[in-house]
């Protein structure tokens, strides 16, 4: 359906330069415009696509739900790990103490049997001690008894070898 001018731009412009613009007008529109069916097809896809969008939505909606829980459940997961986390090094630390206490009695025992051990070793020495001047004593006795004896064998034999003969 061709456009028409309205009669003042008709009158002012003329029937010809009317005709002509309304042809060029109607060109350009049919050049740039969209059929009325286009257009209601589009709108039908459109209206399709809004229902597709809103189950998208729909659709995402539930998973930020199910991302929601799925936090929760991270953050109570997080938290029984701390708790057990807490736990073990309580244990540890109990663990820590019983070593470090065991550690200061087998430091204590060790203390005192290397006392011990010190004595007897100091007795050791008194006892090796008393037995090497003894023995010293009883090597001077004997030397001197050997002595003593060489000597009165030496006189006895100076006597008869002087005195008889």
């Known amino acids: 359906m061709p456009s028409t001018l309205p009669r003042s731009v008709r009158e002012s412009w003329g029937e010809q330069a009317a005709d002509d613009f309304a042809g060029w007008l109607d060109d350009r529109i049919r050049e740039r415009a969209v059929h009325r069916d286009d257009f209601r097809e589009v709108l039908s896809r459109l209206d ?16 930020e739900t199910r991302f929601d829980q799925i936090d929760q459940r991270f953050d109570q997961i997080n938290q029984r790990l701390d708790q057990q986390s807490a736990q073990f090094d309580q244990r540890l630390d109990k663990m820590n103490e019983r070593f ?9 025992r060790l203390d005192q049997q290397s006392v011990q051990f ?8 008194e006892r090796f001690d008393r037995l090497h001047e003894q023995m010293r004593v009883q090597t001077r006795w004997t030397v001197g008894t050997i002595a003593l004896f060489g000597t009165i064998v030496t006189v006895l034999l100076a006597i008869a070898q002087f005195g008889g003969g």
């Not at 399709?48 to 998973?63: K, P, W």
């Open 118 to 125: 010190d004595q007897r070793l100091d007795k050791m020495n």
């Open 100 to 108: 470090d206490q065991q550690s200061a009695q087998f430091d204590q």
């Open 48 to 63: 399709v696509l809004e229902n597709e969008v809103a189950g998208i939505n729909d659709r995402l909606d539930r998973f």
